[in-house]
């Protein structure tokens, strides 16, 4: 009888896409793409201008089909050889699942779905798969008649698969932070919801116990380069 594979959960953030040329979500001048996210991130921005809104994201979308999955994706994916892997991730972008993790959990949606834009978008489970880079707010519309609006998790929108991750992250052995900050709350406070028996590490350029509790190993490296260096510690660990 094969033994069940050790469960592994990386949780993975706007680092873990910046190698493949994706700008981190926001500049050292609080401006996202050169737009406040204000202006652009937020429903109020979607009820003031949603023509811009719309196209900012299909700016946004046109990038990401444009870049390819780098070397640290690629790296993830491949434990799935040795491991259960789970990815939580707050990047919009889908690079994950085209470096071909299986199981992929995405905090603030997918920008290559769209949902309603009705009163309640946000908690729908019903999604469009959007072909190509557009949507056209003239053109695109869900079912029940209102536009169609990016899968994305704007500021004051709650985190609807946050209680998901939680119990993901609970049943963790191996739990891998990567490319985050942990800025962004309530998402940032998943480094606390692992047992005390899990083991940890935390991989970013900025990683220190700062951020993260004592139990946690940090790599303060690239996402690649953190990725070599896990490989090599989970070696250890790995089935024969």
């Known amino acids: ?3 069940s594979k ?5 949780f993975s953030g706007a680092g873990m896409s910046a190698e493949s040329g994706i700008n981190t979500f926001r500049d050292s ?13 937020t429903p109020e921005a979607w009820r003031n201008n949603p023509v811009l809104v719309q196209r900012f994201y299909n700016e946004r979308r046109k990038k990401i089909l ?8 690629l790296a993830i994916a491949a434990l799935e050889q040795h491991f259960d892997v789970h990815v939580i991730t707050q990047n919009i972008d889908d690079l994950h699942e085209r ?8 905090l603030h949606g997918n920008i290559r779905l769209a949902k309603t834009s009705g009163p309640d978008a946000h908690f729908t489970d019903k999604f469009y798969t959007i072909e190509g880079t557009e949507l056209d707010i003239s053109r695109d519309f ?4 209102y536009p169609l609006r990016p899968h994305v998790v704007w500021f004051g929108e709650s985190v609807p698969a946050f209680e998901e991750a939680e119990v993901i992250c609970q049943q963790a052995e191996i739990f891998v932070v990567i490319g985050t900050s942990l800025a962004v709350y309530p998402v940032a406070g998943l480094v606390h919801s692992i047992s005390p028996s899990c083991d940890a590490y935390y991989i970013d350029p900025k990683a220190d116990l700062g951020r993260v509790p004592q ?13 070599q260096d ?11």
């Open 1 to 3: 009888m094969n033994q």
């Open 6 to 10: 050790t469960k592994l959960v990386i």
């Open 29 to 41: 001048d609080g401006l996202w793409e050169n737009h406040r996210i204000e202006d652009v991130a």
């Open 66 to 73: 444009a870049s390819e999955p780098n070397a640290a994706h």
């Open 99 to 106: 470096a071909g993790s299986k199981k992929v959990l995405h």
């Open 142 to 145: 869900c079912d029940a008649g």
């Open 215 to 227: 139990h946690y190993t940090c790599i303060s490296k690239s996402a690649t380069e953190g990725m």
């Open 230 to 240: 896990l490989a090599k510690l989970l070696s250890s660990v790995q089935p024969n």
